[in-house]
Nanobody, 117 residues
Framework: QVQLVESGGGLVQAGGSLRLSCAAS????????MGWYRQAPGKQRELVAT???????NYADSVKGRMTISRDGAKNTLYLQMNILKPEDTAVYYC???????????WGQGTQVTVSS
């Protein structure tokens, strides 16, 4: 069972920055994909950014140019640097990983990000 622990959320003013972290209990080479998703109140969960084990990165159009996904293999940690935050970025942000050899994705418990106008 993979454990994912997110941190770094909080309250920030519009235009500010936050960096989210997701610490995994296993080596990140165990995962085909790692990613960040978010869910705002009353809305469905949506993809923010993903990074494949081999390197390709994908961003939602709404965050391109403002958010950067990265990983640190030595720390088994996934990051999301969020800049120029907007009120519409307010949501619970979840880390998720897809196991390399199949099976369902694992999810973290989520971290709240609130952007005030």
């Amino acid at each position: 069972q993979v454990q994912l622990v997110e941190s770094g959320g909080g309250l920030v003013q519009a235009g500010g920055s936050l960096r989210l972290s997701c610490a995994a209990s296993e080596s990140i080479v165990s995962f085909n994909f790692m990613g960040w998703y978010r869910q705002a109140p009353g809305k469905q969960r949506e993809l923010v950014a993903t990074i494949a084990r081999t390197g390709p990165i994908n961003y939602a159009d709404s965050v391109k140019g403002r958010m950067t996904i990265s990983r640190d293999g030595a720390k088994n940690t996934l990051y999301l640097q969020m800049n120029i935050l907007k009120p519409e970025d307010t949501a619970v942000y979840y880390c998720s990983v897809a196991p390399r050899y199949g099976g369902s994705n694992y999810w973290g418990q989520g971290t709240q990000v609130t952007v005030s106008s």
